[in-house]
């Protein structure tokens, strides 16, 4: 069985003693450098190229954040597994962007942080459970608001007025909508006045852009 060269890098003594005993426990992992900040890390990455570096999140001269982003750039070879105590979407969407190929909390247990460095050490992403609860609840709740914006525009206009929205988005006069619609000038330009003051909108173009971003109008 070939070896998974390992390194890890985290400011905290004791964490430290503790994944070297841990990876230490397993003969398919080999320890080939160990960082108590994350310029230290990227040093060892240089030299010993491992599959995979485990980083915390929150480090001394350079964070995790950035030494993945470096080492990602630099060392694509090299596979970064964070491991960390923040469990909160900001850091994992930050680490996801900086390039991380897995995120594991640190109370996890023995076989899943085995699991997480022989994923992404096979080319394969690695979420804790709780990080992917995270990402799935976060993506359902853009879905969600996503999809809101049609039913609220009904909570925030009258259905004359988003019908009066509809033909100023089409890009007719006042003159012109009160001819369709049957309507006064005036009474128009009342709905026209309400939506903007209801909307905090304060010139056409915007109501335009308002209604093309709330589905009312198809563009052509």
Request: aromatic content about 6%; hydrophobic content about 40%; charged content about 30%.
């Amino acid at each position: 069985m070939k070896k998974i060269k390992i390194l890890f890098a985290d400011d905290h003594a004791i964490v430290r003693d503790g994944l070297r005993l841990l990876f230490k426990s397993d003969p398919q992992f080999s320890i080939v450098g160990e960082a108590s900040n994350g310029e230290e890390a990227l040093q060892l990455v240089e030299k010993h190229r491992p599959n995979v570096a485990v980083l915390d999140i929150s480090m001394p001269k350079l964070n995790g954040i950035e030494a993945t982003k470096i080492i990602k750039e630099k060392y694509p070879l090299t596979k970064v597994l964070i491991l960390t105590i923040h469990e909160n979407e900001e850091y994992i969407q930050q680490m996801i962007l900086a390039g991380a190929d897995g995120y594991v909390v640190k109370n996890a247990e023995k076989k899943e942080i085995f699991d997480g460095v022989r994923a992404v050490a096979n080319n394969e992403s690695f979420f804790s459970p709780s990080v992917s609860k995270v990402l799935l609840e976060a993506l359902i709740k853009r879905t969600r608001k996503n999809d809101e914006p049609e039913s609220n525009i009904y909570n925030k206009l009258t259905r004359r007025e988003i019908e009066v929205l509809r033909f100023i988005a089409d890009g007719l006069t006042s003159k012109e909508i009160s001819q369709k619609l049957f309507l006064s000038i005036s009474t128009i330009n009342s709905h026209r006045t309400n939506m903007m003051k209801k909307l905090d909108i304060h010139d056409t173009a915007s109501l335009v852009r308002y209604a093309i971003q709330n589905n009312l109008v198809q563009m052509k």
